[in-house]
């Protein structure tokens, strides 16, 4: 089963949320309306809360978690992703804050306490470290992650684009599993 409680604690979905067979969801999990989740991902809201707003995709492969409070961090890190999300195949969200309108690239990833405020793109393969802040309209690239230049007009509006876009593969596998609908 892909949906699964731990510690009393069940995930939570939206509408017309669309999550694969292969994938895995477990504990305190919140995915909001029109989000998706795709083959061998990994959500583990097992030790502190994972919160992915509305038409999100969660590529192939990606793997979510949290950073648990505990001696050496009191309150611990949460995983809170917006909305218009677009998380790349494989990569690797960690007790991170993500904005909305955001492109992760493939195999990026983003560490405890780092922060991805709106209107950004994080290339392919890049690492966020710990407690870093990406500001709003630039693309990053590298490891770690630094700016490389501002978005332009056109590739703001893609981040809408490719949201919808999923949006709609999505919906039309929700159609070929009815008991997900």
Known sequence: MSIRSFQGKT????????????????????LGDHSSVWPLVVIRGDMHRIRIGHTTSI????????THAG?????GFPLTIGDHVTVGHQATLHGCTVGNRVLIGM???VMDGAVIEDDVVLGAGSLVPPGKVLKSGYLYVGRPAKAARELTEKE??????????YRKLKDQ?????????
């Open 173 to 181: 596998h929700l159609a070929e599993l009815p008991s997900q609908a």
């Open 71 to 75: 001696p050496f961090n009191p309150d």
């Open 107 to 109: 195999g990026a990833m």
């Open 11 to 30: 995930p939570v979905t939206g509408e017309q949320v669309f999550i694969d067979p292969t994938a895995v969801v477990l504990g305190d999990v919140t």
């Open 156 to 165: 703001r509006s893609f981040f809408t684009y490719t949201a919808e876009n």
């Open 59 to 66: 590529q192939d492969g990606s793997v979510l978690h949290i």
